[in-house]
């Protein structure tokens, strides 16, 4: 069973720093997926990450895939307040294809 | 317009009520999903659909069934509510085929509450 782990599950942190979400997963598996939520909003995809090494970047977001880690990041950059939102990862299980959710990390940006 | 519409947005029903959710999508995707969302849990996913005669329970469940009528249309029933099946709905959609990969799409969300 492919379990994961997002580290931290809630983040306050002050506009322009910078910081690093962790997504860890227990199985193999080669596809990743971050998305975002806003407070009784649905979800937005933000990232495909489809091999080991993937890495895109959007703005002020940046994620990686290390598949040997079994470990994707989430890092942002000089965080401004519209970046608070709730950030998730999903693994994709490689046997059927469907996505495997993190708890999420809730992400408040002061100004 | 949305891609991915689900009805209806919020309901409110009591214990032993039988509740239809319905999602439809306009993207032409193959492959669609139920999940629930619960505070602090994430997404469970109930069932998946990867077409029309292709229907796949998920990892909860129980208590739940669903139908899907069209490659559009995939609809969430609860025959009997219980108060812990107050949540978060959504419907996802992906498109399917074994060469691409499983990125979803998600509707609008429905919130059930269950007295």
């Known amino acids: 069973e492919l379990k994961v782990e997002q580290n931290p599950l809630f983040l306050s942190m002050q506009e322009g720093k910078n910081y690093t979400i962790y997504c860890n997963y227990s199985t193999t598996s080669d596809r990743l997926y971050w998305y975002r939520q806003d407070p009784g909003k649905s979800l937005e995809s933000l990232f495909v990450?489809?091999?080991n090494g993937a890495v895109k970047q959007e703005g002020r977001l940046m994620a990686s895939l290390d598949t040997k880690a079994r470990l994707s990041t989430l890092h942002i950059t000089a965080a401004v307040h519209d970046l608070s939102a709730t950030y998730f990862c999903a693994p994709e299980m490689d046997s059927n294809y469907q996505l495997i959710w993190g708890a999420g990390t809730k992400l408040i940006i002061k100004p | 317009d949305a891609d991915v519409t689900q009805t209806p947005r919020n309901r409110i029903t009591k214990t032993g009520k039988r509740i239809m959710l319905e999602c439809s999508q306009t993207k032409g995707h193959d492959r669609m999903y139920w999940y629930r969302q619960d505070p602090g849990l994430g997404l469970r996913l109930i069932y998946y659909s990867f077409d029309v005669k292709d229907i796949n329970k998920g990892e909860i469940s129980d208590g739940y069934s669903v139908s899907r009528q069209a490659q559009a249309k995939f609809s969430l029933s609860l025959e009997s509510a219980i108060p812990n099946q107050t949540a978060l709905y959504f419907c996802a959609t992906s498109v399917g085929g074994a060469l691409t990969y499983n990125e979803q799409f998600f509707g609008p969300g429905t919130r059930l509450t269950v007295l």
């Open positions: 990450l489809l091999s």
